[in-house]
């Protein structure tokens, strides 16, 4: 051991594998992508027959609305399905990489592992604070001796501006199904299109956390050879 590894303080947190979890995190991160490009498409196929009902090419009798109902619901369904198993799962990635930096230097990052969880659930503070514990758990990973000399790539500032939007974008989609039983078409309308807007930069956000994720899992298991064996 050099002597920066000894003279670091003593630390309450222990190691653990990262592997597997952040090969689940980023799974679950993808999939959920994934799903917000598929109800993107769908939604476009429900806008395009909001217009057809709009413009009385077709009636509500039509087999093409039952459809795009069911299809519409049914990706609702497996979208927040996935988004919960991969933000508890994601969440577990987060402590679980937080402490490992902890366990060697508690001073290679502000923010501890309870709180890097924690600041998710706090308002307010969870529009930049979250964001502030995955940016150390980043640096601390590349650098433990001088984090905050690590940059932080651009991939990050995107992360986070998407995600932001997304926090701010609450369409009704539950009434994009049910005007279609005789509601009024132009809030339908626009509310299929604030969902497409919503989905859309859901998927942006999957992207770049999805690389986040992978290449922390990638710095944590190829650190330098005196710390390296932590994270395995």
Same mark, same amino acid.
């Given at each position: 051991? +050099?002597?920066?590894?000894?003279? %670091?303080?003593? !630390?309450?947190?222990?190691?653990? $594998?990262?592997?597997?979890? *952040? /090969?689940?995190?980023?799974?679950?991160?993808?999939?959920?992508?994934?799903?917000?490009?598929?109800?993107?498409?769908?939604?476009?196929?429900?806008?395009?027959?909001?217009?057809?009902?709009?413009?009385?090419?077709?009636?509500?009798?039509?087999?093409?609305?039952?459809?795009?109902?069911?299809?519409?619901?049914?990706?609702?369904?497996?979208?927040?399905?996935?988004?919960?198993?991969?933000?508890?799962?994601?969440?577990?990635?987060?402590?679980?990489? +937080?402490?490992?930096?902890?366990? %060697?230097?508690? !001073?290679?990052?502000?923010?501890? $592992?309870?709180?890097?969880? *924690? /600041?998710?659930?706090?308002?307010?503070?969870?529009?930049?604070?979250?964001?502030?514990?995955?940016?150390?758990?980043?640096?601390?990973?590349?650098?433990l001796q001088a984090p905050e000399s690590v940059p932080v790539p651009n991939?990050?500032?995107?992360?986070?501006?998407?995600?932001?939007?997304?926090?701010?974008?609450?369409?009704?989609?539950?009434?994009?199904?049910?005007?279609?039983?005789?509601?009024?078409?132009g809030e339908a309308q626009s509310d299929t299109i604030w969902s497409i807007a919503e989905f859309v930069t859901v998927a942006?956000?999957?992207?770049?956390?999805?690389?986040?994720?992978?290449?922390?899992?990638?710095?944590?298991?190829?650190?330098?050879?005196?710390?390296?064996?932590?994270?395995?």
């Amino acid at each position: 051991m +050099s002597d920066y590894t000894n003279s %670091v303080p003593t !630390s309450n947190y222990t190691s653990g $594998p990262l592997d597997r979890l *952040g /090969w689940w995190a980023s799974a679950l991160v993808a999939l959920t992508g994934a799903i917000s490009l598929i109800a993107t498409l769908a939604l476009t196929g429900q806008y395009y027959v909001l217009d057809l009902y709009d413009r009385r090419e077709i009636e509500l009798s039509d087999p093409a609305i039952s459809s795009i109902e069911i299809t519409v619901a049914s990706l609702f369904v497996g979208f927040g399905l996935f988004f919960l198993a991969g933000g508890i799962v994601f969440l577990f990635w987060v402590y679980r990489a +937080s402490a490992n930096i902890h366990a %060697v230097d508690p !001073s290679a990052m502000e923010i501890t $592992p309870g709180w890097a969880v *924690g /600041w998710n659930f706090i308002p307010i503070a969870t529009l930049w604070k979250p964001y502030q514990a995955i940016r150390q758990i980043w640096q601390a990973s590349h650098n433990l001796q001088a984090p905050e000399s690590v940059p932080v790539p651009n991939l990050f500032v995107w992360w986070w501006t998407f995600w932001i939007i997304t926090q701010f974008i609450n369409p009704s989609w539950e009434d994009d199904v049910s005007v279609l039983d005789g509601g009024e078409i132009g809030e339908a309308q626009s509310d299929t299109i604030w969902s497409i807007a919503e989905f859309v930069t859901v998927a942006a956000a999957c992207y770049f956390l999805f690389r986040i994720i992978r290449e922390i899992n990638r710095v944590q298991k190829t650190m330098a050879s005196n710390t390296a064996s932590v994270f395995e």
